[in-house]
């Protein structure tokens, strides 16, 4: 069972940047497709990144790429998402999470607390 605990949300204005990082218990970290997810207020929660196992594959959506790149340390049980050139729709929660190997799209298992990124024009 992989638990996450998002970190490093904040405040940033358009343009900034952030890094993200989450953080999973389990001994199955380094076996097991990570991604971020999303929900913006009023709005449905989306995907927005995954990264393999291995993390040589990425997976991305339209109005992420280009901007934010996924990355993960097994040694340390953790992926990051570094957040660049912040616009004001990026402002939400962001959650990490399991997903399928074979549909990394789609979440799989619990959700952590999230963490908020707000960015400001």
């Known amino acids: 069972q992989v638990q996450p605990v998002e970190s490093g949300g904040g405040l940033v204005q358009a343009g900034g940047s952030l890094r993200l990082s989450c953080t999973a218990s389990?001994?199955?970290?380094?076996?097991?497709?990570m991604g971020w997810f999303r929900q913006a207020p009023g709005k449905e929660r989306e995907f927005v990144t995954a990264i393999m196992s291995g993390g040589g594959r990425t997976y991305y959506a339209d109005s992420v790429k280009g901007r934010f790149t996924i990355s993960r340390d097994n040694a340390k049980n953790t992926v990051y998402l570094q957040m660049n050139s912040l616009k004001p729709e990026d402002t939400a929660v962001y959650y990490c999470?399991?997903?399928?190997?074979?549909?990394?799209?789609?979440?799989?298992?619990?959700w952590g607390q999230g963490t908020w990124v707000i960015v400001s024009t």
């Open positions: 389990g001994r199955t970290f380094s076996d097991t497709a």
């Open positions: 999470a399991r997903v399928f190997i074979m549909d990394p799209f789609r979440p799989l298992g619990s």
